[in-house]
């Protein structure tokens, strides 16, 4: 179970500083308003919300698995759908054929692992110990 807890945590810091930046550098360039930057924020602390709860991860399995596979499906539609527009833009150019796919790719990759394989592999870190007893 320790392993799971490690990787929650790791995949939980990662994610959070992640949206911290974005949200940071949207609202410094004045691309987002407060309003709007909160709900990333909310992500975030959703994502931190098993580690502080009562007991910590250890003492919900369940609601730290479920969260991990939630937020793995997530990550996981997200880079999908970045795929998806990649492949129908013809690698992110414009419509006279300017610009490189290689930005494209390099931001599909970063997501799949920075996003998505952290969080995948907490979940299946997680699933041994679906059934696991509260330690009393």
């Known amino acids: 179970m ?7 945590i790791i995949s939980a810091t990662i994610l959070s500083v992640l949206v911290t930046i ?3 550098g949207g609202i410094g360039s004045g691309e987002l308003g407060i309003g709007v ?13 098993p580690i502080f709860w009562r007991g ?9 698995i479920s969260m991990a596979a939630i937020f793995a499906i997530a990550t996981g539609s997200f880079v999908g759908l ?3 527009d990649f492949v129908l833009t013809g690698g992110g150019e414009g419509p006279n054929g300017e610009g490189s796919p290689l930005a494209s790719m ?3 990759a970063f997501g799949a692992a920075v996003g998505f394989c952290p969080w995948l592999l907490t979940a299946l870190r ?11």
């Open 37 to 49: 930057a909160l709900f990333p924020l909310a992500v975030a602390a959703t994502a931190l919300f």
């Open 126 to 136: 997680g699933l041994p110990h679906w059934n696991a007893r509260h330690p009393d």
């Open 22 to 24: 974005s949200v940071i």
């Open 106 to 108: 390099i931001a599909l």
């Open 82 to 84: 970045a795929f998806l």
């Open 2 to 8: 320790l392993p799971f807890k490690r990787f929650y």
């Open 56 to 64: 910590g991860i250890l003492a919900n399995p369940r609601l730290s």
